[in-house]
């Protein structure tokens, strides 16, 4: 059974920065693509950045800049670096995974970890 579990969420003011971890276990062959969402109040869940298992990323607009995703192949393990946040970054943050299990590749969420900034 695979788990993906996010840490590192929190209060912080504007302008501060947060690091969140999403370390997946359990029967790993590998990982492809790894990747942050996020949820806000009365919005739709959509796609912060993206990594893919080679290493090239890509970000939403809005982010642009100011976060950074990079991965520890080693730990299964990826981080989303928020710099200079905004309250509008407040959010529940999903850590993604495709990851291959004996000889199949599934879509793994973890359950979340709430990001509030304050203005």
């Known amino acids: 059974q695979v788990q993906l579990v996010e840490s590192g969420g929190g209060l912080v003011q504007a302008g501060g920065s947060l690091r969140l971890s999403c370390a997946a276990s359990g029967n790993i062959f590998s990982i492809n693509h790894m990747a942050w969402y996020r949820q806000g109040p009365g919005k739709q869940r959509e796609l912060v950045a993206f990594i893919t298992g080679v290493g090239r990323t890509n970000y939403a607009d809005s982010v642009k800049g100011r976060f950074t995703i990079s991965r520890d192949n080693a730990k299964n393990t990826v981080y989303l670096q928020m710099n200079s946040l905004k309250p509008e970054d407040t959010a529940v943050y999903y850590c993604?995974?495709?990851?291959?299990?004996?000889?199949?590749?599934?879509?793994?969420w973890g359950k979340g970890t709430l990001v509030t900034v304050s203005s």
């Open positions: 993604n995974a495709d990851i291959i299990v004996g000889i199949s590749g599934m879509d793994y």
